[in-house]
Every structure is written in structure tokens, then in C-alpha cells.
């Protein structure tokens, strides 16, 4: 049950993050606020699966991974413009801080 909710949650991820960053709205989020806002409420919706499979899910959970994804894109985009450089340390530390906030939702 564990490796199924992590697929899911891995699944959720690649296809939030770089599966839909290729469509209108990777180029929305980086324009405005509500941008940011559509991307990171469909990443935690991608999120919430898993921890459903394992009793985990809590409404608190949901609205820490909305609010900590927000805010990590946030100041991602404010440092580098540098978008298609998946090596780039700050896209690196960017998917490091996401993968700690859905570590830290899985625990508590």
C-alpha cells in the first residue's frame, strides 16, 4: 500500500510540475498571482491521493502543501528565470523544498 501511494504521489508530482508546465499555464503562473495559485492547488489536488490510500489525509495537510507550494514557486521565480534547466541549483532546491513538504504532511 505504501508503494502505491507513492507512485501516486510521484505520478501527481511529475505531472504537475512538468507535464502541465509545458502548457498555458506555466506561462500563466509566472505572470500572476492566480496563476500561481490554479498550479499549486492542482499540485496539492495531485497530492491528496496518497495520503488518502493510507488514512493520512487531513483538510490541514492540504492547505499547508497549497501554502508552502505557493510560496516556494513564489521565490523560485523571483531568483531565476531559468525554467528549462532542470540542474539549475535553484530548480534543484526547488523540487528538494516540495519533496520535504510532502515528507513532513506524511509523519505528522
Not at 492542482?42 to 495537510?61: E, N, Q, V, Y
Not at 499547508?64 to 535553484?90: E, G, Q, Y
Request: proline share 3%; with cysteine; charged share 15%.
Amino acid at each position: 500500500m505504501l508503494l502505491l501511494a507513492f507512485l501516486i504521489t510521484l505520478g501527481g508530482h511529475v505531472f504537475t510540475e512538468y507535464t502541465l508546465q509545458k502548457t498555458k499555464l506555466g506561462i500563466y503562473k509566472r505572470k500572476n498571482f492566480l496563476g500561481l495559485l490554479i498550479h499549486a492547488s492542482l499540485w496539492t489536488l495531485a497530492m491528496c491521493p496518497g495520503l488518502a490510500l493510507l488514512g493520512l489525509f487531513a483538510p490541514w495537510k492540504a492547505l499547508f502543501l497549497l501554502v508552502t507550494h505557493a510560496i516556494i514557486d513564489f521565490i523560485k521565480m523571483r531568483i531565476t528565470i531559468d525554467k528549462k534547466n532542470f540542474f539549475h541549483p535553484v530548480n534543484i532546491i526547488d523540487q528538494l523544498m516540495h519533496f520535504l513538504t510532502v515528507i513532513i504532511v506524511y509523519i505528522t
